[in-house]
C-alpha cells in the first residue's frame, strides 16, 4: 500500500492496464506480417516500409511453391535474403533453423554442409571445425559455393 488516499486503486489499476498490454503484445508476436504503426497513410510497418514489403510481393511472384513455403516460416531478415536467392537462380532449397553441433544455423543447405552466417558471427569457427562451409549473406558467393559443392 502507498499511504496515500487512493494509491491501491492506482496500483490495481495500472496491474490490470500492463496485464492487458501483455495480453496484446504476445498475441501480436504471432502475426505473420509487421504491424502497422501510425495513421492509414504511414508508409512504415514493424517489418520494414510498405514499399518493401510491396517489393518482396513482387520478388515472390512466380516461385515454386516450396519457395512461398519457406518463406511463410522465415523471419523477415531471412525472408529478404531468401527471396535474393530465389531470384538468383538457385534451384536447391535451403533449410531453415537447422543446428550444427548444437549451434543453430537460419539457413542452411546441409546435404551439401554449407551454411549463411552474418558478418561478424561467432559460429563461423565452430562450423568450419564441424566440417561445414560457412558464408555470409551475398547471394553470388552464396551461388558459387553451392556450384563448387556440386549443386
Known sequence: MSGRPGGSGRLARTRSIWREWLLLSNLLAFKPIGLMIGSVISTFSAGGSVEEEAARLELSDGLNPAWHELLEQATEFDKTLLLAIANADIRVLPELGFEVDGLPVSIAWPDYRIAVV?????????LEAAGW???GTDVDDIRELLKTKGA
Do not use: N, Q
Not at 118 to 126: K, P, V, Y
Open 118 to 126: 552474418l558478418d561478424g558471427d561467432d559460429g563461423r569457427t565452430e
Open 133 to 135: 562451409a560457412a558464408v
